[in-house]
């Protein structure tokens, strides 16, 4: 299970922090991962962390957001810098079991409930 949190109406250049907490399964192994979907589009790459510290981004934040875990906490954190209009969206942790990156939505078997994001300009 994933709990999300940590979104929230913010000006265009500020910044948030988002986490995610998971409980049961195999966190310390697995990818965690960072989506996003604004209203009418499809859900989005954002960020993607493996067990060893690898991390990937899509371009669209690169230089702006850091994903970042803590395994003793079994938390995964999007710290989001600079943050634009087009940012805004409801964001999404994912899990996946199999510890290969991996950047696609059905990539991932477990989802949490998503945290809304909003930035202002």
């Known amino acids: 299970q994933l709990q999300a949190s940590g979104g929230g109406l913010v000006q265009a250049g500020g910044s948030l922090r988002l986490s995610c907490v998971a409980s049961?399964?195999?966190?310390?192994?697995?990818?965690m991962g960072w989506f996003r979907q604004a209203p009418g589009k499809e859900r989005e790459f954002v960020s993607a962390?493996?067990?060893?510290?690898?991390?990937a981004y899509a371009g669209s934040v690169k230089g702006r957001f850091t994903i970042s875990r803590d395994n003793a906490k079994n938390t995964v954190y999007l710290q989001m810098n600079t943050l634009k209009p087009e940012d805004t969206a409801v964001y999404y942790c994912?899990?996946?079991?199999?510890?290969?990156?991996?950047?696609?939505?059905?990539?991932?078997?477990?989802w949490g409930q998503g945290t809304k994001v909003t930035v202002s300009s």
């Open positions: 994912a899990a996946r079991s199999v510890p290969t990156m991996a950047t696609m939505p059905s990539g991932f078997d477990s």
């Open positions: 962390i493996s067990w060893v510290g690898r991390t």
């Open positions: 049961g399964g195999t966190f310390s192994t697995s990818v």
